[in-house]
């Protein structure tokens, strides 16, 4: 069954117009939401750690910042956009006390609700925004006159007009213009960590690797497996988002097509789907979340270190600064 759809016209930002939006975290997400919802005219204020490296940018931009306490207690909808791993900590300490009777928690990922990290109470409406995009091209499209698409949730209906309020949230970003879906807070924490992790990241990075291996193991000169296994993947990965797979195969060379229509499906194969499917067996069980929960409160961001350094130390990424350097000479390495 086809996911439920809005449009522009479809949905009124009137149901929170008088409402106070207190965003919790100005990052990528929170900058880019905060900024589209002031430029839609609604009451926006910032909650951020005193002394924080952006207090003075968000000042900067134009919003009115406060503590990240004052701004939950202003607040009729506490929008939490701070990373997954801080969330619970901070709304323990910071928030809770002032989520109080028909107020909205809103979250842009539903992991923190879906695995119970945060236990909103009863007499709250709970609700998601989530822009299927990263906070700059939020902000971009927006300015533009267009919009990201987003997906939309209610998990907790206290106040009756919860879907209302997700909607109005959606279209105040900038999201009706190309359209927004109906989820649940299972589905998007669910179907986002699969994507991450067997698909746009996990999957992509291990797939590009090994290919480059495959060719340099062969004899092949490395800068020219970098040009064929990495740098090319993003002109297919931009035919198949504007036109689809079929698409994008009608778009390649007759070669290409061929090869990659008869040889592809040897690659990724039954074999590589059926540990895809442990991996999602893992996520809906709550076997990752714990994971990676318990890792965060033993190593923090170190949790990260000894996967990436493996990365940083493979001669794919030290051919690939040099690559990179002829491509975008003015572009820093991060």
């Known amino acids: 069954m086809p ?7 479809q949905v009124r930002i009137d149901p929170i117009k008088k409402q106070t939006v207190a965003v919790i975290g100005y990052g990528i997400q929170g900058r880019a939401q905060a ?3 002031k430029d839609s005219g609604l009451d926006v204020v910032v909650g951020l750690r005193k002394g924080g490296k952006t207090w003075k940018q968000a000042e900067n931009e134009g919003h009115k910042v406060m503590e990240v306490s004052d701004a939950a207690k202003a607040g009729d909808i506490i929008h939490i956009l701070i990373p997954d791993m801080e ?3 901070t709304y323990k300490k910071e928030i809770a006390k002032h989520v109080t009777e028909g107020k909205a928690l809103s979250f842009s990922h539903a992991a923190a609700v879906h695995w119970k990290w945060i236990m909103p109470p009863k007499n709250v409406d709970v ?3 989530a822009p299927k995009g990263p906070g700059q091209r939020v902000r971009e499209l927006y300015q533009e006159g267009f919009g990201t698409p987003s997906l939309v949730a209610v998990y907790q209906d206290y106040t009756g007009t919860a879907l209302d309020r997700s909607l109005a949230l959606a279209k ?11 989820t649940t807070f299972k589905e998007e924490v669910e179907t986002d960590w699969f994507g991450e992790q067997v698909d746009l990241c996990g999957g992509a990075h291990a797939l590009m690797m090994n290919a480059f ?3 340099v193991e062969a004899g092949y000169q490395p800068e020219v497996a970098y040009f064929e296994c990495l740098h090319e993947l993003k002109l297919i990965v931009d035919l198949v988002q504007k036109y689809g797979i079929t698409g994008m195969y009608n778009r390649v060379s007759e070669t290409a097509r061929y090869g990659g229509l008869t040889r592809g499906p040897r690659i990724v194969d039954k074999d590589a789907k059926a540990k895809m499917k442990g991996v999602l067996n893992e996520i809906q069980s709550g076997t990752f979340a714990e994971e990676w929960v318990s890792m965060y409160k033993k190593e923090g961001k170190n949790s990260f270190s000894r996967y990436m350094k493996d990365i940083e130390n493979h001669q794919l990424e030290k051919v690939g600064k040099d690559m990179r350097k002829m491509m975008w000479p003015n572009e820093p390495e991060v």
């Open 35 to 37: 900024s589209n919802m």
């Open 3 to 9: 996911a439920k759809k809005w449009l522009d016209n």
């Open 172 to 182: 105040a970003i900038g999201s009706t213009r190309p359209g927004v879906l109906q």
């Open 127 to 129: 609700i998601m925004v």
């Open 87 to 89: 969330q619970a900590d």
């Open 213 to 215: 291996e495959t060719l």
